[in-house]
């Protein structure tokens, strides 16, 4: 667990590698099964979700927090036993969830998610119990990194709920909205707005343009977050749709800042690249939102639904994880800099995955307005195909970083 260890040793990233090769084994399969005679595995777009998110995500937020927090506050990591302790409970209930997933065994999967609660639930109070007794301020940014976990716990624990036929007063509909939203629009979300406004100066080689908007654009994702979470659970529309338009102004108030700082810092990399393009798919699913809550027979609500979901771990995930982790990984092994080092990161990303990936989520997407099945396979066929193109030079990228040796 120390910070001068290679970083491959690190037992949550190790992890991270497992869960992101899966979740491209999954991509592959998904990109087959429109083959004649391929039928996919059952679940397997939701498992590919949980893979990437409560899989790679967690598994990064479990090993860069204690660090961004140590080295914010100068204060000493995580002890390696209590990282042990919550590398078993994460990963082992992890493990439980995705067998009961697979094998629809609700008693198994709520096991597992409990698990994962506990592990979490031993992170924030560590956080806190440091941050707490340094008595120092903290960055902005850190808001967003310590909220996201919350969400995370909130959306473990409707997972329980549905797992178990506990309903919501919203029926197993809304409470499994409530899931998706307080994982996908809650934890998922504010962590990678947090590693962007640490991050996205770095690579533009200058400040945010608009850094005192930083604190509203937490808070209106938080507030919108929490209206998408609560409106479905209580099911009232009204404050899904409020939820949803505050979420909206958040997340335009944070794209607006991160094009505003390209044309100030008039550099353009492909990385930065990455980030921007991976936020513009992630307001897609906002423009069906309405049709689907108010004039559902306008569009095809599970085409939507398929699109929505590949589209945001291919498009937004997988575009913030080609983004970042190249320079995540190089700067890992610093003992005292800054944890995205400081340069401008002018060889960070490439090019033909910028290319290949969004190309790629753009035919997967199509797939939503498309009725005729040919066509949607063969769509499907070719954008899964450029966005295993997009993985081979992002792979060949940040491979000399996970087995570099600490200078």
């Known amino acids: 667990m120390e910070r001068n260890m290679r970083l491959w040793v690190n037992p949550f990233t190790i992890m991270a590698g497992l869960y992101v090769s899966v979740g491209l084994f999954f ?4 990109g087959l099964a429109v083959l004649p005679e391929m039928p996919g595995p059952s679940n397997l777009n939701w498992l590919r979700v949980h893979v990437i998110t409560v899989g790679t995500i967690t598994q990064m937020i479990f090993a860069a927090l204690p660090a961004i927090l140590s080295r914010r506050l100068s204060l000493p990591e995580r002890p390696a036993r209590e990282g042990w302790v919550q590398w078993f409970l994460l990963n082992g209930g992890f493990l439980l969830a995705v067998t009961g997933l697979v094998g629809v065994d609700g008693w198994t999967a709520s096991i597992g998610a409990t698990l994962v609660i506990v592990a979490i639930y031993r992170l924030l109070m560590g956080l806190l119990r440091a941050w707490r007794e340094s008595g ?3 960055r902005e940014s850190f808001r967003f990194y310590a909220t996201a976990p919350v969400y995370l716990l909130v959306g473990l624990t409707m997972a329980i709920s549905l797992l178990l036929n506990l309903w919501a007063p919203g029926g197993r509909i809304g409470i499994l909205e409530a899931h998706v939203h307080a994982n996908v629009w809650g934890f998922l979300a504010l962590v990678v707005a947090g590693m962007l406004f640490d991050l996205f100066p770095v690579l533009t080689g200058g400040p945010m343009a608009r850094a005192n908007w930083i604190g ?9 977050a929490i209206g998408l979470v609560a409106g479905p659970w209580i099911n009232l529309h009204a404050m899904t749709i409020g939820g949803l338009l505050t979420y909206f102004a958040g997340t335009g108030a944070l794209l607006l800042n991160l094009i505003l700082t390209l ?5 353009v990399t492909a990385a930065s690249l990455h980030l921007v393009l991976a936020y513009l798919w992630m307001v ?4 069906f939102a309405p049709f689907i809550l108010l004039a559902p027979g306008m569009v095809d609500g599970p085409a939507v639904e398929a699109a929505a979901t590949q589209g945001l771990v291919n498009g937004w995930v997988l575009g913030v994880v080609m983004g970042a982790l190249p320079r995540i990984l190089r700067n890992w092994r610093l003992a005292d800099g800054p944890l995205f080092g400081v340069d401008g990161g002018k060889a960070d990303g490439c090019w033909l995955s910028v290319a290949a990936l969004n190309a790629g989520v753009a035919l997967v997407w199509a797939t939503a307005v498309v009725t005729d099945p040919t066509v949607d396979s063969t769509l499907t066929l070719a954008g899964y195909a450029l966005i295993a193109v997009a993985w081979v030079p992002f792979l060949r990228r940040i491979w000399p970083s996970l087995t570099a040796q600490h200078a």
Do not use: S
């Open 27 to 30: 991509a592959v399969l998904k």
């Open 136 to 138: 120092r301020p903290y």
């Open 216 to 224: 509203r654009t937490y808070h209106l994702i938080n507030l919108g």
């Open 263 to 267: 044309r100030l810092n008039r550099r």
């Open 284 to 287: 897609v699913p906002a423009f």
